[in-house]
């Protein structure tokens, strides 16, 4: 069984947009907080769409308009195996995953033999 094993999470990000768009569905969004400020821009390209759309408001139906998009996902299982690694549970082959250091676990952190151990189910092997 792996140590300190943590069951997987569901999470949720929200996202923060400020945007400008024409009305036809074009546009340009640039990333901010809940307050429309937008976050420091790495390229100056972007710098310099930003200063367009706030320089020519009339070219856009919805100028400054704050956008919230809500993403969710799943943290996988993980656990630390016996060598120190930490491992992420998920399927990576039948139900089961592999640790670098070679040690096989099932999506509750239980230790498995490796895959070429594996007994076949007899019930299988008619439809093969």
Known sequence: MLKNYVGREYKEEVHF??????????????????????????YQCARDNLQYCLDHP????????????????????HGTCSCGREVYLWDQYYGACECECGKWYNLFGQELLPPDQW??????EEYW
């Not at 400008?20 to 074009?26: A, K, L, P, Q, V």
């Not at 007994?119 to 299988?124: G, R, T, Y």
């Open 17 to 42: 947009s400020l945007e400008f768009t024409d009305g036809e569905g074009s546009g340009y969004s640039f990333p901010c907080d809940q307050a429309g400020n937008v976050f420091p821009l790495e």
């Open 58 to 77: 009339e070219e856009f139906v919805d100028w400054k308009r704050v956008e919230r998009e809500v993403r969710k996902y799943t943290e996988p299982a």
């Open 119 to 124: 007994e076949l189910d007899p019930a299988e």
